[in-house]
């Protein structure tokens, strides 16, 4: 694993796309995805208010990282570091930028922020997961149970993102289309997107060769 400038700067390019995407969904009450879900509802039992997400996330990531440790270290590296550090900040700043573009509160605008969010997300997990610094905290989690099970990643993400719902629901989180829409796409789609990202990294390394 190689880790340079570039990458890092790329990185942090995806944590960005995510931070704004939850944001986004969040700000459109159409529902969380299966992991902003658990942010809200950690948020909800705290009684803690919608601007404060960023923070919960904070909360909720550090906590993660620990168990994470434990049950998968090799999947802890400073990437994760990388992720966890301007999440909340990232989070925050999509709320705001919310908050500036989109005035009107219409049916159609929300659907198509949360549509614009759904899609941050996909490409920035999928960008963050291509320049293989480490993982997020829920992504590691799924690698681990990916590996000890000895399952394809996108079964296991589905399971798993169902699974966050199920909690995030039960502590009080949102829940909507936007929820059910991500739970059933998201490990399809940044299997995909990584692995197309991945291709044209590869592509470039080739061609960077040949000159």
Do not use: E
């Amino acid at each position: 694993m190689k880790i340079n400038f570039t990458k890092i700067l790329l990185a942090l390019l995806g944590i960005f796309f995510i931070g704004v995407g939850v944001a986004f969904n969040a700000a459109t009450q159409l529902g969380n995805d299966p992991i902003a879900i658990i942010y809200d509802g950690v948020r909800n039992v705290l009684n803690l208010t919608g601007s404060q997400l960023g923070l919960v996330s904070n909360m909720v990531n550090f906590s993660l990282i620990a168990l994470l440790f434990f049950i998968g270290r090799r999947y802890v590296n400073i990437g994760t570091l990388i992720y966890i550090l301007p999440f909340g900040l990232f989070v925050n700043i999509g709320t705001l930028i919310y908050k500036t573009i989109f005035i009107s509160n219409s049916s159609l605008i929300r659907i198509a922020t949360g549509l614009i969010g759904t899609l941050l997300i996909y490409v920035g997990v999928s960008i963050f997961i291509a320049m293989d610094m480490g993982l997020d905290p829920f992504t590691g989690i799924v690698m681990v149970i990916r590996d000890k099970l000895n399952l394809d990643y996108k079964k296991v993400k589905i399971v798993f993102d169902v699974t966050l719902v199920i909690i995030g629901v039960l502590l009080g989180g949102k829940i909507g289309i936007i929820t059910i829409f991500t739970a059933l796409t998201a490990g399809p789609c940044i299997q995909w997107i990584t692995g197309f990202i991945n291709s044209r990294l590869l592509l470039l390394k080739w061609t960077k060769l040949s000159l």
